[in-house]
């Protein structure tokens, strides 16, 4: 049977005294609809159904005996005392659902920190061949390239796959007119060779890619992309951008 709540209330609220009711679900259905659109806009009463949300846990934990005694012959009788770790049992239920939000809290934080780590180290790793490069795919360490000629050059090189081809990294070292201990280099007038990066493609096809100037005891590092994919890349040249002569090369 529902509640008979009425217009029950003492004061200028008329809901006042339906927050027992509700909490008890005594009220019908249409007066649990009227009175949570109540709610919606009444803080007071939300204070008070918030009050007593908690009875009907502690009136799960009644002996059902003591409850029917209660009501022996119509007797006004003292309330039946509550079971004595009743408050004990409380406090347990609360630490125990306490414990069970910060462990879920707990676990939140750390997947977001891997997250986190993830993403770091992803963009590491695609930082490696140049800032701005996007869509990395397969990449290939560096690897020293073979000379062609006599020279004094010496040199690695680096590929990654990108979404829109290639992109190329080179560490050319040019060791010949190395600086003496006091600075000096053996022939201070020659500012090196002018070089060329040159992509050879498996059909025949060479793309110059790069140009950089030479200097005596530097390491320059020239860097490159090209709309070839890696697959179709047969080697990668360093060439003198003069006469087209092949310094070193990588077959790949």
Same mark, same amino acid.
């Given at each position: 049977?529902?509640?008979?709540? %009425?217009?029950?209330?003492?004061?200028?609220?008329?809901?006042?005294?339906?927050?027992?009711?509700?909490?008890?679900? #005594?009220?019908?259905?249409?007066?649990?609809?009227?009175?949570?659109?109540?709610?919606?806009?009444?803080?007071?009463?939300?204070?008070?159904?918030?009050?007593?949300?908690?009875?009907?846990?502690?009136?799960?934990?009644?002996?059902?005996?003591?409850?029917?005694?209660?009501?022996?012959? %119509?007797?006004?009788?003292?309330?039946?005392?509550?079971?004595?770790?009743?408050?004990?049992?409380?406090?347990?239920?609360?630490?125990?659902?306490?414990?069970?939000?910060? !462990?879920?809290?707990?676990?939140?934080?750390?997947?977001?920190?891997?997250?986190?780590?993830?993403?770091?180290?992803?963009?590491?790793?695609?930082?490696?061949?140049?800032?701005?490069?996007?869509?990395?795919?397969?990449?290939?360490?560096?690897?020293?390239?073979? *000379?062609?000629?006599? #020279?004094?050059?010496?040199?690695?090189?680096?590929?990654?796959?990108?979404?829109?081809?290639?992109?190329?990294?080179?560490?050319?070292?040019?060791?010949?007119?190395?600086?003496?201990?006091?600075?000096?280099?053996?022939?201070?007038?020659?500012?090196?060779?002018? !070089?060329?990066?040159?992509?050879?493609?498996?059909? %025949?096809?060479?793309?110059?890619?790069?140009?950089?100037?030479?200097?005596?005891?530097?390491?320059?590092? *020239?860097?490159?992309?090209?709309?070839?994919?890696?697959?179709?890349?047969? #080697?990668?040249?360093?060439? #003198?951008?003069?006469?087209?002569?092949?310094?070193?090369?990588?077959?790949?």
């Amino acid at each position: 049977m529902t509640a008979d709540v %009425g217009a029950q209330g003492t004061g200028a609220d008329p809901y006042e005294l339906w927050d027992a009711a509700y909490v008890l679900g #005594s009220l019908s259905t249409a007066q649990r609809h009227e009175y949570e659109r109540h709610l919606a806009g009444c803080a007071g009463c939300r204070e008070a159904v918030s009050a007593i949300s908690g009875m009907p846990a502690l009136l799960a934990l009644l002996d059902r005996d003591a409850v029917a005694a209660a009501g022996d012959c %119509g007797t006004v009788m003292a309330a039946p005392p509550l079971p004595e770790r009743l408050l004990d049992n409380l406090l347990a239920r609360v630490q125990a659902r306490r414990h069970r939000i910060r !462990l879920a809290t707990a676990a939140v934080a750390t997947v977001a920190a891997v997250a986190l780590l993830l993403a770091v180290f992803v963009t590491l790793r695609s930082g490696v061949f140049g800032a701005g490069d996007s869509g990395a795919g397969n990449i290939v360490q560096a690897m020293p390239m073979t *000379p062609v000629v006599a #020279s004094e050059y010496e040199a690695t090189v680096a590929l990654s796959s990108r979404d829109w081809g290639t992109h190329i990294q080179l560490e050319c070292t040019y060791h010949s007119w190395a600086a003496d201990s006091n600075g000096h280099s053996d022939d201070d007038g020659d500012t090196g060779d002018t !070089l060329a990066m040159v992509a050879v493609g498996r059909d %025949g096809s060479q793309t110059r890619l790069a140009t950089w100037r030479a200097l005596p005891a530097a390491t320059a590092l *020239p860097s490159a992309s090209t709309s070839m994919p890696m697959e179709q890349i047969a #080697s990668v040249q360093i060439v #003198s951008a003069d006469t087209g002569d092949v310094l070193l090369q990588r077959t790949l």
